[in-house]
């Protein structure tokens, strides 16, 4: 009560200007600012504001530049401005025909007078009068009577105040849901700013140097009231930093966590990895070996590595942990290799026989269905008994499989290096277990994550910033380029010739579709039952490929719902030759490597991202034999139609990438899992020098000096917890 008379006893005495610079605090709540009333208040709540750090906290999403003022003689049909002048007249009326209200006023400073028409702002009348200096900003146009400012920003000129908020100035525009007006924003964000001494500045301040930001409080001040486009620049990238640098430390401190532990030195083994270099049928490019060379470095230390792997599809990964892998068992210790399905994990010990052939390295395959060891140029199925033995005794140094590897009776002895394919597929926990499985509990094995999925450097960094990347951009030479069309659908006839062409010349074929089957469509996204392209389902197009076009071809069908067991014979039915088209959903995008496989076509495509459709593309042209891309798309839409021929002349998956990031966002390319979980709201990834400038001062920290930054990062993640 007694509380309540002195606050209101205070906003008395402020709403009459006498106390200006009291009663501002962050925790203070909106509805205790200077008019704002309960409904005011629940629109506020609405926004996600509920007090004065809130307020500060709600960022403009853009400006409008009233600075210049002009002299009303000089004004321009079409220009936006703002003017200065007095009130000579003003008066409101109903409008003869709509019956809306305006309010009409003449403005005139030393140089000429202007008209004025406001609509149905019933206060204006109320509130302007005839002798008030005004300024107005807004947009000047021509009608027959001459020059009007229609509907401008006002602000009446109050002779002790320095400066205008609305109008004469650049200003700032809020999202707002509805009944909140700039006005009041602006209004409510002039009161909160006198909060700003409270900001508690959490970079220090040669960091800031160093980063050549502008402190906190600056910043919150200088993007919702600036007085340059220069402070906006300035206050952005503080803000910025903010977000990609608290990204950065935590990184950090995990990397630096992984560094306490110990992890088995793997010592590179020269002659012999020399040797095997140049025992291969081709020469290594440069970026492989730069790869290997990192990752050879890393696995000699006694700490684990902890090191990303990406290159494009067909760029040569394979080959580079295979290199890693030999160099691990030479030190006499486990390595493993593991991919998402059964299909490529038997595709990745097939690569690796023919790698080591000659080198006297068993090799052992751990799947759901699969447990055999190879040795000495045979197979053999071994009993699951007998593999978990050999395991655990070190009898087997290297390991291929999928999860299965990962199940708790599979105990290695000095398991050292872990690479896991496509790890996108593997869960965080999973990436635990596989760090828990050394063998030794002071241990921790080496970790290699290796993807396909092109991820430019500054999202890389920015979503994997505890790891160290390796990148192999460069294709090998020679390989011949995958010949892409967009076709037009009254040329699909041709291209069913066309496939039935190479299918008799032996070749394989792959039709993806977006759908499952015609039911799916009601519950896909973004879906409008009108449009075509989304009944291209996979079991509707099987039907029509295999009963009208194709009638004599062997043809099937892979989707995600059906059992892995199914999926995984169809897959390897088509691995063997015995299927001539298989027409699939997205499921075949990770890894699986068909050389005779010649076409892709692929249905519905603007439905795709332009890195899956890269994906999709790079399922074939794995051999010498001419390869092509098909695309079919029922779309109009300019961008989906600029969209698929960018991917038809562009044949570097980054380029693509880039794009798709720039037109769809982190979320939409890699999924909201990873790029959700780092709440950016002004920084985006395209922020690449940004990101590498918090990464870099992010390295360098003693963090025992400032315990702000840890504070931070701690306050950040309990942040992301609580969600
Ligand atoms: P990915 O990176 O998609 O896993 P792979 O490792 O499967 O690619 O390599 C694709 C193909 O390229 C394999 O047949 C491999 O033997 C071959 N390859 C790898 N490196 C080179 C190279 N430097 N020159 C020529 N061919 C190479
Ligand atoms: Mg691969």
Redesign the pocket.
Known sequence: MFLNIISSIKSFLYQKNMLVYSYMHLNTKVEQLNKVGDVLKKRLHKLGVQTVFDLLHFFPFRYEDYSEIKHIADLQDGIQVSIQGKIELINSKRSPRKRTLLTEAIVRDESDQIRVIWFGQAYIAKVLHVGDEVCLSGQVKQDMFGLQMVSPEYEKIVSHKKNTTHTGRIVAMYHLTAGITHKQMRFLMEQALRALDELVEWIPQDICHMADIVSYADAIRMIHVPDSFDDITIATKRLKFDELFVLQLRAEMIRRSMKQYKAIKLVFQQDKIQDFVSSLS????VD?KKSAWQILQDIARDYPMNRLLE?????????VAGLSLYNTVLNNAQGIIMAPTEILAKQHID?LISLFHGRGVCIGILTRSMCALYCDDTYEDISRAEMLKKIKQAEITLMVGTHALLSDEVVFKNLALVIVDEQHRFGVEQRKTIREKSGDAQTVPHFLSMT?TPIPRSYALALYGDLDISM?KEL??GRKKIITRLVDSHNREKAYQFIHDQVKQGRQVFVICPLIDVSDIATARNVSLSNNSEKKSVMKEYETLKTKIFPHLRIDFLHGKMKSKDKDKTMQAFVEGNIDILVATSVVEV?V?IPNASVMMIEGAERFGLAQLHQFR?RVG?SSYQSYCFLFSESESTIAQERLSLFEKTSDGFVLAEHDLKMRGPGEVYGTAQSGQMHLRMANLQDYDLVVLCQGIARDIDFEKYPSLMERVQEWERGVHLE
């Open positions: 081709f020469k290594l490019t492989q290159g494009d599809v067909g760029s040569g990964k394979t080959v690569s396909a192999i090998p030479h890894g490597n790079g794995r």
